[in-house]
């Protein structure tokens, strides 16, 4: 069977295994590692034309590496993106991907419901260096028109959105922001590279954390930016090259692992989400359940059209606010609180006073992010388990 990551007759759980590899002569089952800060030449005139750029060789690692190298082939591959740069986290992909492309001077419109370190990038870095930013309410349409109504440079978004699941009409930011100039950056974490295309939907550039569903095992940190060859080459790549933005290829290589069983962890999480946001929305003391699989959530219609699934992701709100939020979870014997996501195991937190604590509160409940809400990253265990276990946490609420 073809390698060839531009053999399109092939489906994502079969690209998955296959796309990006580049065998040794050894010919190993398994991607090698290549462990290695360095590269040696032949002889000083290949050294030479390495760098002058006649001769393909790698370097540096942290410029180039070979393992890290077949992880962004295998990623751009599943994106259907012309190029990719892997970086040593999520944030450092969001970072490199805006701060490679503004200068003093430029404006960048970002969606108020970010992951927390996404919102303190624009909300004080990038004005710290001379760039407007301007917030806007993910859902509100006229709200993007009138920011986007200016020269902009960038807009950044998250959808589904960090931690209430909220679901922004991609395409018609998208449609805006290009009229103002913007290139839109996507924050696909919540949804994954299988359950959204981004770049289908009129995206320029796509950002990953693959501390999350790629690697799914919480093991190691990373991330990705992916896009168009010209972008990645001329203005990303000299950024990420020299401020040393670069993922270890210990870590690209437990991400390779990672991607060989990300169809299926994440088929299997969704499905366990779904289960878990019926059981919710049915439960004594849950006031709300947010999940964009479910025909109650305010943008279903748009999930519908815009995702091939709901996500693993569900956030709910209890009765009580945060004292009932920390009952619920401190009765949970086999969901984890961690703030983490994406994980192999399931993990709840509760964001008003973790992920979002950093936020003022005005802005929170703004968000919707009331002291009653809980996010649970839903994992790969038996749906009935989980269920079991949400029960204690109901329990809990009811003798509060
Ligand atoms: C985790 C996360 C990030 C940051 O990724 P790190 O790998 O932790 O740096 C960015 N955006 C979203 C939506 C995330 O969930």
Known sequence: MSNDPTDTAYRPATRLLHAGIERTPFGETSEAMFLTSGFVYDNAEQAEATFTGDVVHYQYS??????????????ADLEGAEA????????????????????????????????????????????????????????????????????????????????????????AIADLAHKAGAIVVVDNVFATPLLQKPLELGADVVVYSCTKHIDGQ???????????????????????????????????????KGLETL???????????????????????????????????????????????????????????????FAFMNALRLIAISNNLGDARSMVTHPATTTHMKISPEDRAQLGITDGVIRFS????????????LARGVVALGLR
């Open 62 to 75: 942290r410029f180039g590496n070979p393992t890290v190298a077949a992880l962004e082939r295998r990623l």
């Open 218 to 256: 919480g093991r190691v940190l990373g991330g990705a930016v992916l896009g168009r060859q010209d972008w990645i080459a001329n203005t990303l790549q000299p950024f990420t090259r020299n401020t040393g933005n670069a993922l270890s290829p210990f870590n690209a290589w437990v991400m390779l």
């Open 378 to 389: 839903v994992g790969l265990e038996d749906a009935e388990d989980l269920k079991n276990d």
């Open 84 to 171: 990719c740069i892997a970086t040593s986290t999520g944030m450092g992909a969001v970072s490199s991907a805006l701060l490679s492309h503004v200068k003093a001077g430029d404006r960048v419109v970002a969606s108020r419901a970010l992951f927390g370190s996404c919102h303190w990038i624009v909300a004080n870095l990038l004005p710290r260096y001379g760039v407007e930013t301007v917030f806007v309410d993910g859902g509100d349409l006229a709200g993007w028109a009138a920011a986007l109504s200016r020269p902009t440079a960038a807009v950044l978004l998250e959808s589904p959105s960090n931690p209430m699941l909220e679901i922004l009409d991609i395409r």
């Open 263 to 325: 169809t299926l962890r994440v088929r299997a999480m969704t499905e366990n989400a779904a289960a878990v946001a019926d059981y919710l929305a049915g439960a004594e003391g849950v006031t709300r359940v947010f999940y964009p699989g479910r025909p109650d959530h305010p943008q279903y219609e748009l999930a519908q059209r815009q995702m091939t699934g709901g996500s693993t992701l569900v956030a709910f709100e209890v009765a009580g606010g945060k004292a009932g939020a």
